[in-house]
């Protein structure tokens, strides 16, 4: 079972597949397990190398609490310690919520070690949802998925749940996100379910700025768990014409 460490942290991951090296970074609350789940793993693993990593906090990878933990640099120096454990330069980074969060990360602090970037769920000009009130809070966010989608937040027991919020509450840092997605000199695919909050600001900003975009049926979670292995050919498609 493989783990990369770094900054004294254990972050987990699997490897599935030969060819170019692609990375996948689930969002919040699944783990490296949900892309397999969902379909898009097989849909790659016939022609690429698919690297699923556990986000600190999440999955196998190690879960503190400290929020200084959870900073936008740090963890894309996570995923950067996984490329390094496998003795990678460069990978085809592909992250979807948070984790689409998370490869912008990997855009503007570690430009180099990109070969491609497709970034799915994310608003990384505005963040995290807003409402009448103000932005999305974290209570507000775990009420929500306790609700609605009880079985992806089981494993979030109370001695775990600090990781967890610092997670969330690292993902207002925005700082530089658009400047570093356009400073990227590598081929980018912005990809959205249609019922998603960021699909039309990512589908203007794709077509203002000449990316690639990918626009797919559902909302958040269904289009990934409802058309991941149509997603993971459409990247795998992108990949191969970039």
């Known amino acids: 079972m493989p783990f990369a460490c770094h900054r004294g942290q254990r972050i987990h991951y699997t490897v599935e597949g030969t060819g170019p090296l692609i990375v996948l970074q689930h969002g919040l609350l699944l783990d490296a397990a949900?892309?397999?789940e969902c379909g898009v793993v097989a849909a790659l693993a016939d022609r690429f190398r698919v690297v699923c990593i556990d986000?600190?906090?999440h999955g196998l990878s190690d879960k503190?609490?400290?929020?200084?933990?959870?900073?936008?640099?740090q963890r894309a120096g996570d995923i950067?310690?996984?490329?390094?454990?496998?003795?990678?330069?460069?990978?085809?980074?592909?992250g979807h919520s948070m984790g689409g969060w998370l490869a912008v990360g990997v855009a503007r602090y570690f430009p180099k070690r990109l070969a491609s970037l497709a970034i799915g769920g994310w608003d990384f000009q505005t963040g995290l949802p807003r409402g009448n009130s103000?932005?999305?809070?974290?209570?507000a966010f775990i009420t929500f998925a306790r609700r609605?989608?009880?079985?992806?937040?089981?494993?979030?027991?109370?001695?775990?749940?600090?990781?967890?919020?610092?997670?969330?509450?690292?993902?207002?840092?925005?700082?530089?996100?658009?400047?570093?997605?356009?400073?990227?000199?590598?081929?980018?695919?912005?990809?959205?379910?249609?019922?998603?909050?960021?699909?039309?600001?990512m589908l203007r900003?794709?077509?203002?700025?000449?990316?690639?975009?990918?626009?797919i049926p559902g909302d958040h979670l269904g289009a990934l768990y409802q058309n991941g292995a149509v997603i993971g050919e459409r990247i795998g498609?992108?990949?191969r014409q970039s």
Do not use: K
């Open 34 to 36: 949900s892309w397999r």
């Open 55 to 57: 986000s600190l906090g």
């Open 64 to 73: 503190p609490a400290d929020p200084e933990l959870y900073g936008q640099a």
């Open 80 to 94: 950067v310690a996984v490329l390094d454990d496998l003795g990678c330069e460069r990978a085809h980074v592909v």
């Open 134 to 139: 103000g932005p999305l809070t974290y209570s």
């Open 148 to 201: 609605t989608v009880p079985e992806l937040v089981a494993w979030v027991t109370p001695d775990l749940e600090g990781g967890v919020r610092a997670c969330f509450n690292a993902l207002d840092q925005l700082d530089g996100a658009e400047d570093a997605v356009l400073a990227s000199r590598v081929p980018v695919l912005l990809w959205n379910g249609r019922e998603d909050g960021p699909h039309d600001p």
């Open 205 to 215: 900003f794709a077509e203002d700025n000449g990316l690639h975009a990918m626009s």
């Open 237 to 239: 498609a992108f990949i």
